[in-house]
């Protein structure tokens, strides 16, 4: 089966502009999350989507970032306008969705890194 | 606050060796899974262990889990040269639709020289 792919790799803006990331989840896995690794520091969960809807979104740093997940396919998340401290690279993951407390492992794309400058 | 914290944070070892890594965490969890990340790549599971067990074993990997202690440890028996990565230990909290919220630490990098 495909693995959840992410697009692009590499993304270098400038501050001030806007960069759009991409997620293609595994086919059927309903859950999809974002994560996020700054420079040095832990991998952050940013938010959930169980299909198209938003579950939790308490990791989103402020209302720079917008995520979206129309038809509960592929998912992107916005920055706009970025920052400096908006570089590092934002993994994807999806999972099966199980509705318990079972949680089905998540597997993760390659990630975007961005780079502000 | 970080939840996951490894130990240690880089590690040389030579191929044949075993490698032991161990994380903390703070609050009650579930369920705590362990993750490696070769560079430039994206996470790959490699084992889930529940709050309700002590031990459990896949392939080359053993990981324990102490609750009274809030660690856990991650043992890779026979090292091998492919097995230099990063590695994450992660703690989950139920979402209220379902999912998993992982909590990961910043990692021990392994390094498995010939």
């Known amino acids: 089966e495909a693995g959840v792919t992410q697009f692009p790799s590499h993304s270098v803006i400038e501050k001030g502009q806007t960069v759009t990331l991409r997620c293609d989840p595994i086919s059927g896995h309903d859950n999809l999350y974002w994560y996020r690794r700054v420079m040095g520091k832990e991998i952050k969960f940013l938010l959930h989507?169980?299909?198209?809807?938003?579950?939790?979104e308490s990791g989103m740093p402020n209302n720079r970032f917008l995520a979206e997940r129309t038809g509960g396919t592929y998912s992107t998340l916005k920055v706009q306008p970025a920052e400096l401290e908006d570089s590092g690279v934002y993994f994807c993951a999806s999972s099966l969705w199980t509705g318990g407390r079972d949680n089905s492992p998540l597997h993760f794309g390659n990630g975007t890194r961005l780079t502000v400058t | 606050s970080q939840q996951g914290e490894e130990d240690p944070q880089a590690l040389s070892i030579q191929e044949g060796e075993n490698a032991t890594m161990n994380c903390s965490y703070k609050t009650s969890i579930n369920n705590l899974q362990w993750y490696r990340q070769n560079s430039g790549r994206g996470l790959v599971h490699l084992i889930l262990?529940?709050?309700?067990?002590r031990e459990k074993h896949s392939g080359r990997l053993r990981v324990t889990l102490d609750t009274s202690k809030k660690s856990s440890s991650l043992l890779i028996t026979a090292s091998r040269a492919a097995d230099t990565a990063s590695y994450f230990c992660a703690t989950d909290a139920i979402l209220t639709g379902g999912g998993n919220k992982l909590t990961f630490g910043t990692g021990t990098q392994l390094k498995v020289e010939l």
């Open positions: 262990i529940r709050s309700n067990e």
């Open positions: 989507f169980v299909k198209e809807s938003k579950q939790d």
